[in-house]
C-alpha cells in the first residue's frame, strides 16, 4: 500500500478549470488501476475516472468530455484535469490507488465551483 495525498481542489466559477493531483508515497508503476472517486454527502461514492497500468481508462458519462485523467508513473503522481466544472461538480474528490485488493486512499481535496 501507498500514502496519497490530494491537492489542488479550490473555488473556481462555473466554466473554469481545475488539475487535482495525488502524490504517492511510493511507486505507482505496477499499481493495477488508480483512480479519482468523489462522493457528496448522504450519497453514494462515485468512480469518476480510473486510468490502468497499461494506460487504459474510464469516465463517468457526467464527466466525459470535460475531465482528463493521467499518472505520471516517474514522479509516482496521478493527474485528473478538470474543465467546464459545473456547480454539480462541487464535492470532495478522493484519490484511490486499487491493486487487486490492496487498496490504498487519500483524505480528499474540496472542490466547490460557483455559478
Known amino acids: 500500500q501507498v500514502q496519497l495525498v490530494e491537492s489542488g481542489g479550490g473555488l473556481v466559477q462555473a466554466g473554469g478549470s481545475l488539475r487535482l493531483s495525488c502524490a504517492a508515497s511510493?511507486?505507482?508503476?505496477?499499481?493495477?488501476?488508480m483512480a479519482w472517486y468523489r462522493q457528496v454527502p448522504g450519497k453514494e461514492r462515485e468512480l469518476v475516472a480510473a486510468?490502468?497500468?497499461?494506460?487504459?481508462?474510464y469516465y463517468a458519462d457526467s464527466v466525459k468530455g470535460r475531465f482528463a485523467i493521467s499518472r505520471d508513473n516517474a514522479k509516482n503522481t496521478l493527474y485528473l484535469q478538470m474543465n467546464s466544472l459545473k456547480p454539480e461538480d462541487t464535492t470532495m474528490y478522493y484519490c484511490?490507488?486499487?491493486?487487486?485488493?490492496?487498496?490504498?486512499w487519500g483524505q480528499g481535496t474540496q472542490v466547490t465551483v460557483v455559478s
Open positions: 484511490a490507488a486499487l491493486d487487486f485488493g490492496s487498496d490504498s
Open positions: 486510468i490502468t497500468s497499461g494506460g487504459s481508462t
Open positions: 511510493g511507486s505507482i508503476f505496477s499499481i493495477n488501476t
